[in-house]
């Protein structure tokens, strides 16, 4: 019982700034704090008008979604490898692919740019930030699709093959759907990393910044803090329906290939 | 080409002669991935290693080898200031955010209907996956001179002043980041505390052990991998943070990664960034080894 009054008390704590959010984004005064002065939308309107910040959007859409798809392939790659026997090494490999994990994201980003812009003196945009997001989305890839392929059982495929499907339709008709909710899964979660990522983005963006460095910037200014909660809110809003459909995915993953939920994306 | 493949073959024949066919596919599969972290992650990992040995010479890289960026980290006493106050806080953080976390991950493993197991563990995740950088920022309107915390306390008259010990030094930096890393930490004590063998607990408890010393002597020591798997997790990536500490820590609480920052994208001196981030590296790599096998020793000792 007292772990359970810890344990809710714990959710409030983790919850505590997002709950702020909409409170400020609908409340009628240029300045964030306490007390509350009233109702307004107009932030929300102001939204609707800023150029420069549907640019930073449509940036950050375009890259959340190529590194959705190629992250989730590579992902696809080594769970399915991963599912297959073990062969010297394997875990290694695996290993370090999963690295990204661990690693200071710093780390990341000032490594890829002196190697993209010091080394091969390449100019930085949209497509160098889509490299650096798969590197770091690959192992969320990867954690959830071992769900997805881990219980799947293999004489379901075999039976395919003896069956007289090639090795390539076997795959694509039997174990391909049997999956596939991973794979949506999979890639919600991965479009859900790359568009909040500022650390790696901030380094490698070019002329075109995405969404959280366009955010970054205007929390300079007082002035547009009450517009960054209105954007806040909407933005928390889309990722728990999107976080939503990823879990639901998520289970319906495990049960269709026959396992047993444990619950959690790692 | 052919001669190419033959000879290839009569490599891999040597090698590889033992493999099954699932084996290869799993090999070829396993490529693309790894080629891929390969490529941009080992590849730009050796760039910066090598870049720290250069220098730069106002616009212009000086690609002599030379160990002077190294020596002025180790002679400049702000770099070394700034690498102790950035593993201390990532201590702290860690410590933090481990303790508070087991018990969370006790609870949805012990206590909860394994039905509801995973709606707890997504209601924990969610908050981590929404808007970083707005989250931060969030906590400088809870934290601050007219924040929630002192109208809320100034409202019910538990202080008369606000209080200022809480926002731009480090405990705001250090409150902000075991927030942000808090799911991080559940998630792996929660699948080591999962696998744990239940009839184990009840032999204990049947030997006459009291639940908490069945906790101390039983659960505990089993869990013992997933706390040093929350440590890493939470520990290491710490130290790469630079949002927490430019938006929270005000001038003194500024971090190493703030350092790297600025090198990089303001003074333009790659090869001094290049250094700092590994000295870095290096140092949080030797502590969280040096965790590793301090764990070891004590489970070891224990069987």
Sequence with gaps: ?266 | MIFVRKSLSIADMGKLSNLTGDQIRGIKLLGLPFTYALLLLALPLGAIVLFSFWTQDFMTVDTTFTTRNYQEIWNSPIYGLLLRRSLMVSGIVTLVTVLLAYPVAYFISFHVKPSKKSLWLFLITIPFWTSYLIRVFLWKVILGYNGVINSGLLELGVITEPLTFILYNVNAVIITLAHAFAPFAILPIFVVLEKIDRSLLEASQDLGESKFSTFLRVTLPLSMPGVVGAVLIVFIPTIGDYVTPELMGGAGGKLIANMIQTQFLQLNNAPLGAALAIVAMVCVTAISLFFVFLNRKYLASRS
């Design chain 1, 1 to 266: 019982m007292k772990l359970r009054i810890y344990a809710i008390a714990y959710l409030i704590f983790l919850y505590a700034p997002i709950v702020l959010l909409p409170l400020f984004a609908f409340n009628d005064a240029t300045i964030i704090a306490f007390p509350l002065t009233g109702f307004t939308t107009h932030w929300f309107t102001e939204l609707t008008q800023n150029a420069a910040l549907h640019a930073a959007v449509k940036n950050s859409l375009i890259i959340a979604l190529c590194t959705a798809i190629f992250a989730t392939i590579l992902g696809l790659c080594a769970a399915r490898a991963g599912a297959m026997s073990a062969f010297p090494g394997k875990k290694g490999i695996v290993g370090f692919v999963m690295l990204p994990l661990v690693l200071p994201e710093i780390i990341i980003a000032v490594s890829l740019l002196v190697i993209l812009r010091q080394v091969l003196g390449l100019s930085l945009g949209n497509w160098t930030i889509i490299l650096a997001h798969v590197l770091i989305c690959t192992p969320f890839s990867i954690a959830i699709l071992n769900g997805a392929f881990g219980a799947l059982d293999p004489a379901m495929e075999e039976a395919a093959l003896d069956l007289g499907e090639t090795r390539w339709s076997a795959f694509r008709l039997v174990t391909l759907p049997l999956v596939m909710p991973g794979i949506i899964s999979s890639m919600l979660i991965a479009f859900t990393i790359s568009l909040d990522e500022f650390i790696i983005a901030f380094f490698l963006t070019g002329s075109n910044p995405t969404m959280p460095v366009y955010i970054w910037g205007l929390l300079r200014f007082p002035s547009s803090l009450p517009v960054i909660m209105a954007l806040g809110t909407i933005l928390v809003a889309l990722s728990i329906v999107l976080l939503t459909i990823a879990e639901i995915f998520r289970r319906r993953g495990v049960r269709r290939s026959g396992g047993t939920d444990t619950g959690g994306f790692l």
